[in-house]
């Protein structure tokens, strides 16, 4: 008798649908598997930028430098140094009375950390490493030319030496007797605003330094300039 044949197993085909089923299931796969190794990479590119910032993939300086990271050394450098102009600034935006690009974490750490008191400090590494490298060639880290200190900003120490000369030729002024009773950080702890306070309300020679930064009515520092900062703002 003839040999029984066995016919071969029928393999179901599978549809168009299917399989687009299948790819768009392999692609989210895929995604979800390179979202999870987004922190590992983070880390990895700053350690390389901060070797060099010059290098390409190094221009989103917030994928590198993690807005809390930025934020904490901020919360440390101004207990630190409360008295800095940078960290006036940071107490008027975190109270909601100033805004704008110069709250950015980027901008603050830009007027403290080129300043002489803070810049020494290690919570500075990051920022300097990234925008002010030691390398010949320039940084391609944006944030480091886009969020910049507000222009003709006062020091902390020109601050002072300012009020010290107004409060000589008008010594009732009210922070003259209340807020900046001395040219130092015990007797005068916040000489930007002190100094603010005074050249908005009475506008003398010795607030130059005051006019250097106003005059450019700076976006949403109110506190410090006025309604003219607050109309630039609305612009």
């Not at 987004?38 to 993690?66: K, N, T, V």
């Not at 130092?184 to 130059?208: F, I, N």
């Amino acid at each position: 008798p003839a040999a029984c044949r066995v016919p071969p197993p029928q393999h179901p085909v599978m549809s168009r649908r299917a399989a687009r089923g299948m790819s768009a299931a392999r692609t989210l796969a895929l995604l979800a598997a390179a979202a999870a190794l987004l922190p590992l990479a983070a880390a990895a590119d700053l350690e390389s930028c901060l070797r060099d910032p010059s290098s390409p993939g190094c221009e989103d300086g917030d994928a590198l430098y993690l807005p809390p990271s930025a934020e904490s050394d901020l919360d440390a450098l101004c207990r630190a140094s409360p008295f800095e102009s940078g960290c006036s600034i940071r107490r008027q935006c975190l109270s909601g009375a100033a805004s704008g690009p110069y709250c950015s974490s980027w901008s603050l750490l830009s007027s403290l950390c080129t300043s002489k008191t803070a810049g020494a400090a290690a919570e500075c590494d990051v920022f300097l490493g990234l925008c002010n490298p030691s390398t010949s060639r320039p940084s391609v880290v944006k944030q480091c030319t886009t969020a910049t200190t507000a222009q003709g900003m006062p020091t902390a120490v020109g601050a002072w030496g300012d009020m010290e000369l107004l409060c000589r030729e008008m010594p009732d002024m009210v922070p003259c007797l209340t807020t900046c009773t001395a040219r130092d950080k015990d007797g005068c702890a916040d000489p930007l605003l002190s100094l603010s306070q005074v050249c908005t309300d009475h506008y003398m020679t010795d607030c130059e330094g005051w006019w250097e930064m106003c005059k450019w009515k700076p976006m949403g520092l109110v506190p410090f300039c006025g309604a003219g900062s607050a109309m630039s703002a609305e612009e």
